[in-house]
């Protein structure tokens, strides 16, 4: 099982006041805010995960590769973009990349809690039309590049199996599932187990976190 995540990372410029921090402070997590490159490098070496939420003007445009300080934040933790302008970055990319969301200046602060508490719990928080699209792309991907020997292709599953697949990136529930698809939710956690097991996943996070992997 995985680890929970117990601390949030702001990492901001200097003059960057946000109320998202004290926001947190309310939540189960130890929060800190980080300003400098040397404080993110010690945070990026813990071994318990982390979520990491970088400042949007941090970071330039994601449309090839990625800094090297954020692929190695990549490796181990949660990060998503903060602050952020809705013209600014392609959200598809960022899930292509294995960012977990992008939280807009100017969001209503619960909107953005609620984000980050999404997050916290190892799912993706982006708008549902930029999940489907880019989960559609993902499938695509996989279809056009699969090996039978590679565990993490999408060959092996039924139509119905990619179709929960697609809800689970979506963050539906097994009730949900269930209502969407006019199946019990005993048949649903059937289609999952199998889905698991021929994916050799064990959770939802690392689920959807394998099919986003091969992307990169």
Request: charged share 20%.
């Amino acid at each position: 099982m995985e680890k929970p995540v117990k601390c949030i990372c702001f990492y901001r410029p200097d003059k960057l006041q946000s109320p998202l921090p004290a926001l947190c402070q309310g939540l189960e997590c130890q929060v800190v805010e980080l300003t400098r490159e040397q404080e993110l490098a010690v945070y990026g070496q813990c071994s318990d995960p982390i979520l990491f939420l970088v400042a949007a003007q941090l970071l330039p445009k994601i449309n090839g590769s990625l800094p090297g300080w954020l692929e190695n934040l990549l490796d181990h933790h949660l990060v998503a973009i903060y602050d952020a302008s809705e013209l600014h970055y392609n959200p598809i990319n960022l899930i292509h990349h294995g960012l977990r969301g992008v939280l807009y200046h100017g969001s209503k602060l619960d909107q953005s809690l609620t984000g980050i508490q999404t997050m916290l719990q190892g799912n993706l928080w982006f708008k549902r039309i930029h999940m489907e699209q880019a989960l559609s792309e993902l499938i695509k991907e996989h279809q056009q590049h699969q090996t039978p020997s590679d565990g993490r292709n999408l060959d092996k599953l039924t139509e119905r199996e990619i179709g929960i697949v697609r809800l689970v990136a979506l963050g539906s529930s097994n009730k949900e599932i269930a209502r969407q698809l006019f199946i019990s939710e005993y048949t649903v956690k059937a289609h999952l187990a199998s889905v698991f097991r021929k994916t050799e996943t064990h959770t939802r996070a690392e689920l959807v976190g394998k099919l986003a992997s091969t992307q990169q």
